[in-house]
């Protein structure tokens, strides 16, 4: 017998998933290990894969929907691995477009911080227009 066959035969679920999320998955496997449907951590595993390679979910994405699973509130709302499974990921895209908003403004702020004289002129032009009908406004009523 080879070493890679050794290996391939040997194959732990927990090597199918991110390094930086192992300890997060292992703990919500242990916890829902005894849902029906819930055969070992592969299915979990092979998600987070899925969700990281192929829409741009990130490993604190998911460490932190995974985290959110084991809450006592949502415990009591799963009788089945497919609930756990639905909600998870549910909780990724959450947690990935909320990452996403807060990367966009963060690369709005240091554009704008790149580029002050921009940012000004942008101002002005809108405090200009907001004076032109404040002035048109009033005029209108006396």
């Known amino acids: 017998m080879t070493a890679l066959s050794s290996q391939a035969n040997s194959l732990d679920p927990l090597l199918c998933a991110p390094p930086e999320v192992r300890a997060e998955l292992n703990r ?8 029906s449907g819930m055969a ?4 979990l595993a092979v998600s987070i894969s899925f969700f990281i390679q192929d829409h ?4 604190d994405d998911a460490n932190a929907a995974l985290k959110a699973c084991r809450s006592p509130e949502k415990m009591r709302e799963f009788k089945f691995a497919a ?6 990921a549910r909780l990724i895209c959450v947690y990935r477009e909320r990452r996403q908003q807060f990367e ?5 702020r240091k554009y704008r911080e790149e580029n002050p004289n921009q940012y000004k ?6 405090h200009e227009e907001i004076s032109k009908l404040c002035q ?3 005029r ?3």
């Open 121 to 126: 002129r942008e101002s002005y032009a809108t």
């Open 40 to 43: 070992s951590e592969m299915s």
């Open 56 to 59: 741009r979910a990130s490993t």
């Open 83 to 88: 609930d756990l499974m639905a909600e998870f």
């Open 104 to 108: 966009a403004a963060e690369e709005a």
């Open 136 to 138: 048109s406004f009033t």
């Open 140 to 142: 209108g009523q006396s």
């Open 28 to 35: 919500t496997y242990t916890q829902y290990r005894y849902l």
